[in-house]
């Protein structure tokens, strides 16, 4: 991702085959616009427009502050050891807060920052949310 404008809904990608940087509309993302940001990685199809090469399908593959981190071993139930991956926190507060808009609307503004805490707080004591 070289650049993208939330506000007007549109942005920038570079193109991997050189040239030109590819138009991208938010309308062609199929994840919320607030997940990304520059440096972000996407993946996409390419169509021509009447003003140029438009990106279309557009998928989120990493963000710049989600990089991988090493993964952590748990202890299932049954004792087997099993690996997970961390999530950064603000990866989590922003996804929790998507949830809770989608799924109860009539939420007012501080009881979404009450019930986002108290879910941050919960990942916190798992050990769910890493760099």
């Known amino acids: ?6 506000v007007r809904g549109y942005g920038f990608v570079a193109n991997d085959a050189g040239g030109d940087d590819i138009f991208l509309h938010v309308n062609d993302l199929e994840f919320d616009k607030h997940l990304i940001n520059a440096g ?3 993946e ?3 169509e021509d427009s009447p003003r140029g090469p438009k990106a279309f399908g557009v998928s989120l593959v990493r963000r710049p502050d989600t990089a991988p981190s090493t993964p952590r071993i ?4 049954d004792g087997d050891e099993v690996l997970c991956d961390f999530i950064p926190a603000s990866e989590f507060s922003a996804e929790v807060t ?3 808009l989608g799924s109860v609307g ?6 979404l920052v009450a019930v986002r805490r108290a879910m941050i707080k ?3 004591g798992h050990g769910w ?3």
């Open 44 to 46: 996409f199809e390419v």
């Open 1 to 6: 991702m070289v650049k993208f404008d939330q």
């Open 106 to 111: 009539s939420l007012t503004g501080d009881q």
């Open 122 to 124: 919960l990942a916190e």
């Open 74 to 77: 748990s202890t299932a139930a």
């Open 98 to 100: 998507e949830a809770l």
């Open 40 to 42: 972000s990685v996407v």
């Open 129 to 131: 949310l890493g760099d």
